[in-house]
Each structure stands twice: as structure tokens, then as C-alpha cells.
């Protein structure tokens, strides 16, 4: 596998580790979320990091097999350039329903290289 590839799914891979984190320490809490402005920047902000990462490994590779590889950068581009119409609760779908299959995906992909961050 490509080495700029693996850099980019270690990206991924940390971002999304950073939210599992979060969510852990604050708890699945759809309300807190909701109320707490910096936690919600938060996850935009990983968010956007693993659009971009993922739009430069489809600049690679575009057979990567990752299943929602054009979706997550729709989602960073959809962040970045519609922020006003942006709704908390589709973010927080993404983190509940989305971010596992992604996590898992990546994490293959990562051990498959022999190098899966810690």
C-alpha cells in the first residue's frame, strides 16, 4: 500500500479515535452535545480532517475499499461550505451510526500495512 495512503488512514484513524474518546467521557448524550458548542466544533473539525484525508486517498487509489469513501467527502465538503445549514443532529448521526463501520474499515486496511497506530 501507498505510504501517503497509510499516512492518511492513520489520520482518519486518530480522528476518529479522538471522537470515540469524547463520546465516551461525556457519554452518547445527544443533549449535552446539542448544548455544548465546542464539543459540536470538535467533531466538525475531525470530521473535516477525515474528509480531506479520505479525498486525497481517492486521489490515489479511487477503488479504496472503504464503503462510504465519497460520502465522508461529501460530509467535509458539505461542513466546510454549507456550515450555515449544518444540523447537529445529522453530525450526531454520523458519530453514532457511521464513525464504527469507518473505524473498522480503517483499522483493517491498517493492520493489512502492518501499521495500525495504538
Same mark, same amino acid.
Given at each position: 500500500?501507498? %505510504? ?26 445527544? %443533549? ?44 467535509? %465538503? ?22 464504527? /463501520? ?7 486496511? /491498517?493492520?493489512?500495512? %502492518?501499521?495500525?497506530?495504538?
Amino acid at each position: 500500500m501507498d %505510504n501517503r495512503i497509510i499516512k492518511y488512514l492513520q489520520d482518519i484513524h486518530i480522528a476518529i479515535s479522538e471522537i470515540e474518546q469524547a463520546t465516551e467521557e461525556r457519554g452518547k448524550n445527544f %443533549n449535552l452535545f446539542l448544548s455544548d458548542f465546542v464539543y459540536r466544533k470538535f467533531i466538525e473539525r475531525e470530521l473535516e480532517i477525515m474528509g480531506e484525508a479520505m479525498n486525497r486517498i481517492l486521489k490515489i487509489d479511487p477503488a479504496i475499499p472503504i464503503s462510504a469513501a465519497r460520502k465522508i467527502v461529501d460530509t467535509r %465538503n458539505f461542513v466546510i461550505h454549507s456550515y450555515d445549514s449544518l444540523l447537529p443532529e445529522i453530525l450526531w448521526a454520523i458519530v453514532i451510526n457511521h464513525l464504527p /463501520l469507518l473505524h473498522q474499515e480503517v483499522s483493517v486496511l /491498517l493492520s493489512q500495512s %502492518n501499521r495500525i497506530q495504538p
